[in-house]
């Protein structure tokens, strides 16, 4: 039961940063169609394959990665849940809710300079 449940959340955030990701991306911020699947695609091969990269090109490279979605923590998570303590599940669970706020947050700020 605790499984499911914990599933259950990992998919509604991943959800959440599903819908708040393509904000950026929408017509009035870029013009171009092509331009924004490009780079919402770019974005997603990027954040699965973040630990990859950090891998190949050393740790320095952590550090860009805090803008990008937390979608692989949340996936590494589900992958080794017996590895993960309560306070590391918590985490890993409560990080996406604060990204999402402040993503959120920042589109409801350019959009009322846009107006």
Do not use: D
């Not at 819908?19 to 699947?37: A, C, D, M, Q, R």
């Not at 604060?98 to 350019?110: A, D, G, N, P, T």
């Amino acid at each position: 039961m605790k499984m499911l449940l914990l599933v259950l959340a990992v998919h509604l955030e991943i959800s959440l940063l599903g819908i708040i990701i393509p904000l950026f991306f929408n017509s009035s911020f870029i013009k171009s169609g092509s331009l924004s699947v490009s780079c919402i695609l770019m974005i997603l091969a990027v954040t699965i394959a973040k630990e990859g990269i950090v891998e190949t090109l050393g740790s320095w490279t952590i550090y860009p990665f805090w803008v990008l979605p937390p979608a692989f923590q949340m996936i590494n998570m589900l992958s080794n849940y017996e590895n993960y303590s309560a306070g590391s599940i918590v985490t890993v669970l409560f990080v996406p809710m604060l990204y999402f706020s402040v993503c959120i947050w920042i589109y409801l700020r350019l959009q009322q300079k846009r107006m």
